[in-house]
């Protein structure tokens, strides 16, 4: 039997005691966003072209997975002084079996459906539909394997609007997933950028297993020109200090669309770019499990 730990950490401490821990005889440590999916989400955000300012969420949970001998306490507690912090909060201590764990893991991600011709399948999973536009697409570093309802609405509005003239950028790629999709459907060509060199990188794979001719750049590789269509799936936040960026890269009579923002923030971020560029109307074009989908067009 195993057990699994779970700590609250502060932003400054997590990544390092983790490291501790591990070096301590824990067999494996995960950290993710304490205040995931709640209002007070924090993305691992910097300007473009710039590395973030940081690399860690205000509040983080590390769950230590270790055997059932494993001597949690003294560990935490040695990791604690040598980092000169009070010891974490334990969330929880579970006893787990020892199973199959990538099986396990890989029985989360099922295939996706987003329409009917339209599907998100894992490489572990046959196609359902062998006469659909099916994306092969493992869950990874990055961002994005079209469960989320911010992915799933993008993935919807490419696959209702799409067309064989459109040049595209997917700004935040993360997995390409969304650069991806838009080739698959025919899109002329597709740019996607992203800020994290690893996502970067997942991405040309992707692009690559999918059969697909699609760039994938850092930002401030993305060469200099306008494109028919220009999609952002990030978060509220970064998509207001986006605006001038984003709104500079959309075309006389080109479309942007702009997911990754709750219902309650929709106003707020329609304004922004209002104010920054009248000349793109943005509305909300779908709205689900409270995220929405915004998307306008820029006047010739």
């Known amino acids: 039997m195993l057990r699994e730990i779970k700590y609250l950490c502060t932003q400054r401490s997590a990544?390092?005691?983790g490291d501790l821990m591990l070096d301590a005889g824990a067999m494996s440590v995960s950290i993710e966003d304490a205040d995931l999916g709640s209002p007070d989400e924090q993305p691992l955000y910097g300007e473009p072209g710039t590395e973030p300012d940081t690399f860690a969420w205000n509040r983080s949970i590390v769950s230590v997975l270790a055997d059932a001998s494993f001597d949690a306490a003294?560990?935490?507690a040695i990791a604690a002084r040598a980092l000169g912090i009070?010891?974490?909060?334990?969330q929880s201590d579970e006893t787990v079996p020892d199973e199959d764990w990538v099986r396990i893991t890989?029985?989360?991600?099922?295939?996706?459906k987003v329409s009917d011709r339209l599907w998100i399948v894992p490489s572990w999973h046959e196609p359902p539909s062998s006469d659909a536009i099916?994306?092969?697409l493992d869950p990874g570093v990055a961002f994005g394997t079209g469960s989320h309802p911010t992915t799933h609405l993008c993935l919807q509005w490419l696959d209702d609007h799409v067309t064989p003239e459109d040049?595209?950028?997917d700004y935040g790629c993360g997995t390409g997933i969304l650069a991806i999709a838009a080739a698959k459907l025919g899109a002329a060509s597709v740019t996607g950028t992203d800020i994290d060199p690893q996502a970067v990188e997942s991405a040309v794979?992707?692009?690559e297993h999918n059969g697909v001719a699609a760039r994938f750049m850092l930002p401030g590789d993305v060469p200099a020109g306008r494109y028919s269509l220009v999609v952002a799936n990030i978060l509220s936040n970064p998509l207001k200090l986006l605006a001038p960026a984003l709104l500079g890269r959309v075309a006389p009579g080109g479309r942007l669309v702009l997911s990754g923002v709750l219902a309650r923030q929709a106003e707020?971020?329609?304004e922004v770019y209002r104010k920054t560029d009248p000349a793109v109307e943005l509305s909300v074009w779908r709205e689900e499990e409270g995220w929405v989908c915004i998307a306008g067009t820029r006047k010739n």
């Open 106 to 112: 890989q029985a989360q991600f099922a295939p996706v």
């Open 167 to 169: 040049t595209v950028l």
């Open 86 to 90: 009070e010891e974490p909060r334990v």
């Open 74 to 76: 003294q560990a935490a």
């Open 134 to 136: 099916n994306i092969r």
């Open 205 to 207: 794979f992707n692009a």
């Open 268 to 270: 707020e971020v329609i």
């Open 15 to 17: 990544e390092d005691f």
